[in-house]
C-alpha cells in the first residue's frame, strides 16, 4: 500500500543532542513537508521540498536542517540550537506544491527533552 | 494578515448531527479542507470546498462561503469513533497552508 512512513514513532532527545526523524513515502509525490504540532495550537509549517535537492523555510526553521537527496526521503535534523523541540512532528506530502491538493500525513513522531 | 476560528471544543451525543464553523480571515486562498485528526494520531482528509455550496461525502458534509468567510463540516448519525479533533485548512497558494488550532469533538453515548 502506498503511503508515508515515520520513524521513530517516539524519541527521546538529551540537552544538546541532534536527532534526525525519518520520512519516507512511496507516493510518487514531488512535494513533500515538515509539520509540528504543540497542544492548542494549529500544525506550523517548518521545511517543504518541492522537488529533489531543493527545499525551502517555512514558519519556524529555526533550529531545525532537511535534505531532499531522493524523491521518496525527506529527513528532519532537530538540532541543538532548536530550544524548545518537544512537541510531535508530522511529515507530509503532496502530487505537486504548486497546485491545490490533498497533503497526506505519516503517522508523526513524538519527540521529548530529557 | 491570516488567521482561522474553530471552537476548542464540543460535545454532542451519539447518533446526533453536530456542526463545526470556521471562520477565516484572509485575502484570498485556493481551497479549504477539512482534516479529522484522532489523539496521538496523524489528520486524515474528509473533505474540500473550492467553490460555494456543500459537498456531501457519506455522513461527512462540508459548506463554503467565501462572501462570509465561513466554513462549516457537519457530521450526521454520530458515533463514538467520531470523537476527534477537526481541523479547518486553508490552502492559499501551492506549499501554502493554514491550519486551524482545531475543534474537539466529544460523542457520549
Known amino acids: 500500500d502506498g503511503g508515508i512512513t515515520q520513524s521513530p514513532k517516539y524519541l527521546f532527545r538529551k540537552e544538546g543532542q541532534n536527532v534526525t526523524l525519518s520520512c519516507e513515502q512511496n507516493l510518487n509525490h514531488d512535494a513533500m513537508y515538515w509539520y509540528r504540532q504543540d497542544p492548542g495550537q494549529g500544525l506550523r509549517l517548518i521545511y517543504y521540498s518541492q522537488i529533489v535537492n531543493d527545499f525551502q523555510k517555512g514558519d519556524i526553521a529555526e533550529g531545525y536542517s532537511v535534505s531532499r537527496e531522493k524523491k521518496e526521503s525527506f529527513p528532519l535534523t532537530v538540532t541543538s540550537a532548536q530550544k524548545n523541540p518537544t512537541a510531535f512532528y508530522l511529515c507530509a506530502s503532496s502530487i505537486d506544491s504548486r497546485q491545490l491538493g490533498t497533503i497526506y500525513f505519516g503517522e508523526g513522531s513524538w519527540l521529548t527533552v530529557v | 494578515g491570516q488567521n482561522i476560528d474553530q471552537p476548542t471544543e464540543m460535545t454532542a451525543t451519539e447518533g446526533a448531527i453536530v456542526q463545526i464553523n470556521c471562520t477565516y480571515q484572509?485575502?484570498?486562498?485556493?481551497?479549504l479542507f477539512w482534516y479529522q485528526q484522532h489523539a496521538g494520531e496523524a489528520p486524515t482528509f474528509l473533505s474540500y470546498n473550492v467553490l460555494d455550496g456543500l459537498e456531501e461525502k457519506g455522513r461527512f458534509s462540508s459548506f463554503l462561503s467565501r462572501s462570509k468567510g465561513y466554513s462549516y463540516l457537519l457530521l450526521k448519525e454520530l458515533q463514538m469513533k467520531d470523537s476527534a479533533s477537526y481541523l479547518c485548512?486553508?490552502?492559499?497558494?501551492?506549499?501554502?497552508?493554514?491550519f486551524g488550532a482545531g475543534t474537539r469533538l466529544f460523542v457520549k453515548a
Open positions: 484572509t485575502s484570498g486562498f485556493n481551497g
Open positions: 485548512v486553508l490552502n492559499t497558494g501551492g506549499f501554502k497552508t493554514i
